[in-house]
């Protein structure tokens, strides 16, 4: 294995893995405890409908499973919030401005070319290709050559004015 792409991708996972579940539970797990703790020494009616720890952590969960739901339908659904998200995430991704590996360079592409070759050729015979349409049709077939060739089309990671 390349030791240069372990590094990067080592930290990839560790990060997901830490962020997505270490972290999540740990956090579940000691908001739980701290409300269930402070809560009881400040409410002592508190602790008589919830006589143990564990009666608590179900009541808790059952009640807030559906309302972190609500919260994230709400962030993903109606908050300009995630629009804005998925905007720097765009502009970070060099995959929207370059052929991504695989299939794409191998296949895809050359068969986008072939086919807009081939339709070239019959509109030319039939005539019914302007001079604009060429300039359109050379213009999009540069584009494929320079991602056939790993570069970059539009404006990677160009900085939006707001």
């Known amino acids: 294995m390349n030791f240069s792409r372990f590094l990067p991708r080592a930290w990839y996972y560790f990060r997901t893995g830490y962020t997505t579940y270490l972290t999540f539970l740990l956090g579940a797990v000691n908001t739980l405890t701290i409300i269930y703790v402070l809560l009881g020494a400040q409410i002592p009616a508190l602790v008589a409908l919830f006589p143990t720890f564990l009666v608590f952590a179900v009541v808790a969960i059952t009640a807030g499973v559906p309302v972190t739901i609500l919260i994230g339908w709400l962030h ?14 765009v502009e970070a991704n060099p995959y929207y401005y370059k052929m991504p590996p695989g299939y794409w360079p191998e296949v895809i592409l050359p068969t986008y070319q072939e086919t807009i070759r081939y339709l070239t050729r019959l509109l ?3 005539k019914l290709l302007t ?3 060429r300039e359109r049709i050379k213009a999009l077939d540069e584009k494929m050559d320079i991602l056939m060739k790993g570069g970059y089309v539009g404006h990677p990671k160009r900085r939006i004015n707001f």
């Open 76 to 89: 993903l659904k109606r908050s300009p919030i995630y629009t804005s998200e998925l905007d720097v995430s």
């Open 124 to 126: 030319e015979k039939e």
């Open 131 to 133: 001079a604009e349409d």
